[in-house]
């Protein structure tokens, strides 16, 4: 199972487009069920989760457990994708000042 993970600073007020923007499983490599586990170091900051056109979560607030995500507790969503199809998870930082993101994508290749 394919997994990628990120860590990044969102500057206050700001979005960052695309977490998993040049990873190698940006793009679904098979067709696959992706997981979304996502925290963040504070409150504010906002989440979507879009799998090829499809949308599974749009500007949802995550919990502020201030480390890196574990499952089951800090799943967010899950979704099916088809080989090729981008993936893609938007934070948006709704505060004064910058907050940390976590998040973990699986990868789970279907026959």
């Given amino acids: 199972m394919p997994t990628m993970?990120?860590?990044?600073s969102v500057a206050a007020n700001t979005v960052v487009v695309n977490v998993?923007?040049?990873k190698i499983f940006e793009f679904a490599p098979s067709n696959s069920v992706i997981d979304l586990l996502a925290t963040a170091s504070a409150v504010g900051l906002n989440?979507?989760?879009t799998i090829g056109n499809e949308v599974k979560l749009d500007d949802q607030e995550i919990s502020a457990a201030n480390r890196f995500p574990i499952s089951p507790?800090?799943?967010l969503a899950r979704g099916g994708a088809f080989k090729g199809d981008r993936i893609v998870v938007?934070?948006?930082n709704t505060t004064a000042g910058a907050i940390?993101?976590?998040t973990k994508v699986d990868v789970?290749?279907?026959q």
Avoid: E, H, K, M
């Avoid at 993970?5 to 990044?8: A, E, K, M, N, P």
């Fill in 20 to 22: 998993l923007a040049g």
């Fill in 108 to 110: 789970n290749p279907v």
């Fill in 73 to 75: 507790d800090d799943f």
């Fill in 5 to 8: 993970t990120d860590r990044q």
């Fill in 90 to 92: 938007r934070l948006r």
């Fill in 100 to 102: 940390t993101a976590f």
């Fill in 47 to 49: 989440i979507s989760f």
